[in-house]
C-alpha cells in the first residue's frame, strides 16, 4: 500500500507575535522617541586613530561623567558587529544572548548603545527593541518599536514601561532584541544579575569581569557568546 499522506492533519506551528503593546504597560514618551531617532540618523564624525563621534543632544545614559555625545573607537565597532552578525545566525534560536566583557571605564555601556544605534539604522528585519537599564533601585525600560508611519514610512516609537517589572508576556517573547546594562544595577561589593537576563529573545549585555552580573554559571553555554573588549591606546585616549 501506497504511504498515508498525514499532512493535511498536521496542523502547522502558528508564527509568533511580538505582545499588544497596551497603554497600561506602556507609555509613550516623544522625548524619548527624540532622543533614540537622534541616536540613530546622526552621522558620525570620523577623528583620528578611527575614533568615531556621534553629537547628541541629550545624555541617554545615567552617567554623571560622561559626554552625552557617543564616541566610539575601532574596536569597539568590530565588537557590535560581532554581535549582530552572531545573534543574527543564530535567529532560529528564541533565546541568544552576547556578553561584552572587559575592564571598568572601557566603553562597555556605550556600545550598548552603539549596538542599539546599529539596530535601528537596519533597512530589513527591524525588531523590537527592548533597553533596560538605570540603578537597581530605579530601573528604566524602554520599548523601541518599528512602527508603520504616514505613507506607509516605517517609524521608530518609544515607550517607557510603567512598572519596574518587564511583563511576562514580553519576557516569553522570543523575536525581540534586548539590551540590558547591569553596570549600574549595583554597586561593585554586591553585583547582581538582571531579572531581564533570564528572558527569552537575543540579548546583548554589557558585564564586569565579576560572573553574578551574568548569574553565574546558569546560562546554558550553548545560547551564550562572550565577547572582551579591550582598553582604549594612549593616542585614542589622547582623541577622545
Known sequence: DAPVDLSAFIKPKPAEKVPEIQTNVWKEDEGL????????????ICLKEDVEVVPLSEKLLPDENASSHLVTRREQRDVVACALRASRENLGKRRFIVAIRGSPGIGKSWSGLLYIRTLMQQTTGRRPIIFEYGTKEKRTTVLINPEQGDGGVQKWVLYRLRDQKLPSEWCN???????????????????TASPTLGSRGHIYIPVSPDDRHLGGSRIDASVLLQLVLGPWSLKELKVA
Open 173 to 191: 517573547c522570543g523575536i525581540i532584541d534586548l539590551v540590558v546594562d547591569p553596570e549600574h544595577f549595583s554597586n561593585d561589593e554586591t553585583p
Open 33 to 44: 522617541t527624540e532622543a533614540f531617532v537622534e541616536l540613530a540618523t546622526t552621522a558620525a
